[in-house]
């Protein structure tokens, strides 16, 4: 039996993160440059973003560039940054076809001038759309998104508009980039690295991880399908006892 018949289609993730990890070893294991390892990372978005779709998931977060990459090499943070601007340009009508509303979370104001006006311009254009929720981590990081919403907190309560004392548990969520958002119940990572990298930290406090040796270019839908039928096999106890939720 294929993965995707063991799919429970009423028992879906909500919100699947996903950390795309490995362009560069794929490259490299096949003697070429890192660039042709991103290159290829765009058929595994297309394949990835097109099954979340189609089973019907709500919001799919794909960690395309951290606040850390810009320390890379600059001839990758150009080429990735191109790569960006054509994909986005290529795939706008695709978008749109499909009722695909493509968002953005990330320091925007760090990307070159081009690349923010394509984001805005795509994002503006797939507004209406009702399906899939395509949210692109770009020039992101948690520890960058918490300083910022502890900074807007603190304006607030200096210009009196929020009180300390009305600081509650969904008080800093409504601050960061994903307030608009459900938190992700399954994140994923390829390439076999056993790590967060800075990505939505507190979003993923009862997130199922799952961690896959596939590297980046290489994941199709299959393995998509392969990690929710692993989410669905576990049980999610919130804090609880198994017998609790078994009542
Ligand atoms: C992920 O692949 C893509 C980005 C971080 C932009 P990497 O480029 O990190 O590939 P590896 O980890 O070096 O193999
Ligand atoms: C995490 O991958 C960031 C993205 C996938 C965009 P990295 O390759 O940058 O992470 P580290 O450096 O191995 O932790
Ligand atoms: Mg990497």
Redesign the pocket.
């Known amino acids: 039996m294929s993965f995707k018949e063991q799919i429970n289609l009423r028992q879906l993730p909500n919100h699947i993160a996903i950390i ?9 294991e096949k003697g070429q440059d ?1 660039l042709y ?2 290159f290829h ?1 765009v058929e595994s978005v297309r394949q990835v973003v097109e099954g979340a779709a189609e089973l019907g998931i709500g919001y799919l977060t794909l ?4 606040t850390e ?1 810009w320390d ?1 090499p600059e001839d ?1 943070v150009t080429g ?1 940054m191109e790569l960006l601007v054509d994909t986005i340009k290529k795939e706008v009508g695709t978008l749109n076809k499909n009722n695909i509303r493509l968002h953005v979370i990330g320091d925007l104001d760090m990307l070159p001038e081009a690349a923010k006006k394509e984001m805005q311009e795509a994002m503006e254009q797939t507004s209406a759309n009702t399906g899939l929720n395509l949210i692109m981590a770009l020039s992101y990081s948690s520890r960058w998104e918490l300083a910022e919403a502890i900074r807007k907190i603190a304006l607030e309560i200096k210009d009196g508009v929020l009180q300390p004392e009305q600081i509650g548990q969904q008080t800093l969520a409504n601050y960061l980039c994903t307030k608009d958002f459900p938190d992700p119940e399954l994140m994923i990572r390829t ?1 076999g ?1 056993f790590r967060i990298s800075n990505f939505l930290l507190y979003q993923l406090a009862y997130a199922e991880l799952y961690f896959t040796s596939v ?2 270019p290489d994941f199709r839908k299959e393995q998509l399908y392969q990690a929710i039928s692993d989410f669905q096999s576990r049980e999610r106890r919130f804090g609880k006892t198994s017998e609790q939720l078994k009542k």
């Open positions: 795309m990890d490995g362009n560069g070893r794929w490259a490299k890192r390892g991103h990372g960690y395309a560039f951290s990459n890379r990758e990735l390439s690295e590297l980046w």
